[in-house]
């Protein structure tokens, strides 16, 4: 079993940056695949960002050049830094955590941007 809690969710105004952490248990996080996916109201959860254990890392179009995927395994950590935030990007975030097949969520972070 899997762990996740997430944090650094607010409110912030357009154009504004948030980092979003997710830490992680387990003796194994550096082989984990981790993930930020996020729901807007009346939406499906959609993926954010992906990082490998190679540090391999994918993102949606929609997010591109503006967030940016990391972890630190010696913190079993994944963050997602988010810059030049747009209202459409308010939604709740999710941590994810992909460990032999099985994932694995946190109970997620709102993010609300708005002036």
């Known amino acids: 079993q899997v762990q996740l809690v997430e944090s650094g969710g607010g409110l912030v105004q357009p154009g504004g940056s948030l980092r979003l952490s997710c830490a992680a248990s387990?003796?194994?996080?550096?082989?984990?695949?981790m993930g930020w996916y996020r729901r807007a109201p009346g939406k499906q959860r959609e993926l954010v960002a992906t990082?490998?254990?190679?540090?391999?890392?994918d993102y949606a179009d929609s997010v591109k050049g503006r967030f940016t995927i990391s972890r630190d395994n010696a913190k079993n950590t994944v963050y997602l830094q988010m810059n030049s935030l747009k209202p459409e990007d308010a939604a709740v975030y999710y941590c994810?955590?992909?460990?032999?097949?099985?994932?694995?969520w946190g109970q997620g972070t709102q993010v609300t941007v708005s002036s």
């Open positions: 387990g003796s194994i996080f550096r082989f984990y695949k």
């Open positions: 994810n955590a992909v460990v032999q097949s099985i994932w694995y």
């Open positions: 990082i490998t254990s190679g540090l391999s890392t």
